[in-house]
C-alpha cells in the first residue's frame, strides 16, 4: 500500500489566492487604462464639457444644440477646431453670396409646436451651389467673425 503525506500550510495557500487575485486586478487595470486611453472615439460626445482640441470633432444630431450653444458661449475656445456637421442649407437676406446657415430646428415648446432655426453661420466659395433646405454635411474649421442683422423683419 502507498500512503502519501500532504501537509496543507494556510498562510502559503492565502499568500498565492492573494497573488493570484492582484495578478488579474493588475491585468483588467492595464486593459482599462488601454480602453480609455487608446480606444476613445471622437464620433462620441459622452461628456459635453468640451470638443476635443485636435483632430475632426464629429457633431452629431443629439448633441448639435448643446455643441453649438457652447461654441457660442466660449468661441475663443474653440476657435481653430476642425468640425464635421450635418445641417439644412438655411439664408435669409442679408448674407453674402458665399455664406449660408447650417441649420437644425430646435423645439422651444411642445404645445403648439414651436420650433427656432439655430445654426453655424458657414462660408465657403460654392455656397451657391447648395439649394436652400438641402441637407449637407461639411467639414470645416471655427473661426470668430461678425455678424449682424440689418433689418428686424424677422
Same mark, same amino acid.
Given at each position: 500500500? #502507498?500512503?502519501?503525506? *500532504?501537509?496543507?500550510?494556510?498562510?502559503?495557500?492565502?499568500? $498565492?489566492?492573494?497573488?493570484?487575485?492582484?495578478?488579474?486586478?493588475?491585468?483588467?487595470?492595464? *486593459?482599462?487604462?488601454?480602453?480609455?486611453?487608446?480606444? %476613445?472615439?471622437?464620433?462620441?460626445?459622452?461628456?459635453?464639457?468640451?470638443?476635443?482640441?485636435?483632430?475632426?470633432?464629429?457633431?452629431?444630431?443629439?448633441? %448639435?444644440?448643446?455643441?453649438?450653444?457652447?461654441?457660442?458661449?466660449?468661441?475663443?475656445? +474653440?476657435? @481653430?477646431?476642425?468640425?464635421?456637421?450635418? @445641417?439644412? *442649407? %438655411?439664408?435669409?437676406?442679408?448674407?453674402?453670396?458665399?455664406?449660408?446657415?447650417?441649420?437644425?430646428?430646435?423645439?422651444?415648446?411642445?404645445?403648439?409646436?414651436?420650433?427656432?432655426?439655430?445654426?453655424?453661420?458657414?462660408?465657403?466659395?460654392?455656397?451657391?451651389? #447648395?439649394?436652400?433646405?438641402? $441637407? *449637407?454635411?461639411?467639414?470645416?474649421?471655427?473661426?470668430?467673425?461678425? +455678424?449682424?442683422?440689418?433689418?428686424?423683419? +424677422?
Amino acid at each position: 500500500m #502507498f500512503v502519501c503525506n *500532504v501537509k496543507f500550510n494556510k498562510n502559503a495557500c492565502f499568500k $498565492w489566492i492573494l497573488g493570484f487575485f492582484a495578478i488579474i486586478c493588475i491585468c483588467l487595470a492595464i *486593459v482599462a487604462g488601454f480602453k480609455i486611453f487608446k480606444g %476613445y472615439n471622437r464620433e462620441t460626445f459622452e461628456n459635453l464639457e468640451c470638443l476635443p482640441n485636435t483632430d475632426i470633432a464629429i457633431i452629431r444630431d443629439e448633441d %448639435y444644440t448643446n455643441i453649438l450653444k457652447m461654441v457660442n458661449d466660449n468661441i475663443d475656445t +474653440y476657435i @481653430g477646431q476642425k468640425i464635421c456637421f450635418t @445641417g439644412y *442649407v %438655411y439664408r435669409v437676406s442679408d448674407i453674402k453670396e458665399d455664406e449660408f446657415i447650417l441649420a437644425r430646428d430646435m423645439i422651444i415648446s411642445d404645445s403648439p409646436k414651436q420650433s427656432l432655426v439655430v445654426g453655424f453661420l458657414s462660408k465657403c466659395k460654392d455656397a451657391t451651389k #447648395f439649394e436652400n433646405n438641402a $441637407w *449637407v454635411r461639411i467639414v470645416g474649421t471655427i473661426e470668430k467673425g461678425e +455678424y449682424s442683422r440689418r433689418s428686424s423683419n +424677422y
